[in-house]
């Protein structure tokens, strides 16, 4: 992907969340009449939107921020799956009359606001919003391609390869254009990075100092930059 390419899909994925805004403010409060369950929901940085081993029945579309999707494993190992942003949806989507168990924890990363709303006021809305229903399944089939990448990549890429291809992911949905190139809007850990590449924390640490040396990227504690250089050299 080329610095242009990076720079319309960041232009497209903002148009379509903006226009899933756009419905929800619309007229909420019909929209609550309608479909009573649906509730507006600001959380805080670090508060959760469910746990691993809840039994959820409700959707959640995010409305603005960032959350993390991780899974504890049975060696008790907390490992990062996915970063979401607004317009992703996620929880309850499987044609289930019960409530099973969740496999995931969804943290909130930064202050996050979304809608909620019962699995059968969503089933119904989506019956009656078709366009609304294709964004939602653009939103999980793009997830669904991911997931299918990374494991590709996993079984038949190095590691340097599938970092640079997650920076870039990245950036696709939480790029913002700064002086040196593409800021990511989002604080991830070396460790959560690892994690996402499907590598362990101290290769993929020396990877990131290998690329800040060849001005490919600069990272701090805070916040990772992927240069200008980056579309020239990656």
């Given at each position: 992907?080329?610095?242009?390419?990076?720079?319309m899909?960041?232009i497209e994925?903002n148009?379509?969340?903006?226009?899933?805004?756009?419905?929800?403010?619309?007229?909420?409060?019909?929209?609550?009449?309608?479909?009573?369950?649906?509730?507006?929901?600001?959380?805080?940085?670090k508060?959760?939107?469910?746990?691993?081993?809840?039994?959820?029945?409700d959707v959640?579309?995010l409305?603005?921020?960032?959350?993390?999707?991780?899974?504890?494993?049975?060696?008790?190992?907390?490992?990062?799956?996915?970063?979401?942003?607004?317009?992703?949806?996620?929880?309850?989507l499987w044609?289930?009359?019960?409530?099973?168990?969740?496999?995931?924890t969804?943290?909130?990363?930064?202050?996050?606001?979304?809608?909620?709303?019962?699995?059968s006021?969503?089933?119904t809305?989506?019956?009656?919003?078709?366009?609304?229903?294709?964004?939602?399944?653009?939103e999980?089939?793009?997830?669904?391609?991911?997931?299918e990448?990374?494991?590709?990549?996993v079984?038949?890429q190095?590691?340097e390869?599938?970092?640079?291809?997650t920076?870039l992911?990245?950036?696709e949905?939480?790029?913002?254009k700064?002086?040196?190139?593409?800021?990511?809007?989002?604080?991830?850990?070396?460790?959560?990075?690892?994690?996402?590449?499907?590598?362990?924390?101290?290769?993929?640490?020396t990877?990131l100092?290998?690329?800040r040396?060849?001005?490919?990227?600069?990272y701090?504690?805070?916040?990772?930059?992927?240069?200008?250089?980056?579309?020239i050299n990656?």
């Amino acid at each position: 992907m080329n610095e242009m390419e990076l720079s319309m899909t960041l232009i497209e994925n903002n148009l379509k969340s903006n226009l899933i805004n756009a419905f929800f403010e619309c007229d909420l409060k019909q929209l609550q009449k309608d479909y009573p369950s649906i509730k507006e929901i600001n959380v805080s940085n670090k508060a959760f939107l469910y746990r691993q081993g809840d039994r959820c029945s409700d959707v959640f579309w995010l409305k603005s921020g960032i959350v993390k999707l991780s899974h504890i494993t049975e060696a008790g190992i907390e490992i990062t799956i996915t970063i979401l942003g607004k317009g992703g949806v996620l929880g309850c989507l499987w044609n289930n009359s019960a409530s099973p168990e969740v496999e995931e924890t969804v943290q909130a990363l930064g202050e996050v606001d979304f809608y909620r709303m019962a699995k059968s006021d969503f089933r119904t809305l989506m019956s009656h919003q078709t366009e609304l229903a294709w964004h939602v399944f653009e939103e999980i089939y793009a997830r669904k391609q991911k997931i299918e990448r990374k494991l590709r990549a996993v079984l038949t890429q190095p590691v340097e390869t599938r970092v640079i291809a997650t920076l870039l992911e990245l950036a696709e949905i939480f790029g913002i254009k700064c002086t040196h190139g593409y800021a990511l809007e989002i604080h991830l850990t070396q460790q959560e990075v690892a994690d996402l590449v499907g590598a362990s924390r101290s290769v993929v640490s020396t990877i990131l100092n290998d690329f800040r040396n060849r001005g490919i990227l600069d990272y701090t504690r805070e916040q990772i930059c992927i240069n200008d250089a980056a579309f020239i050299n990656l």
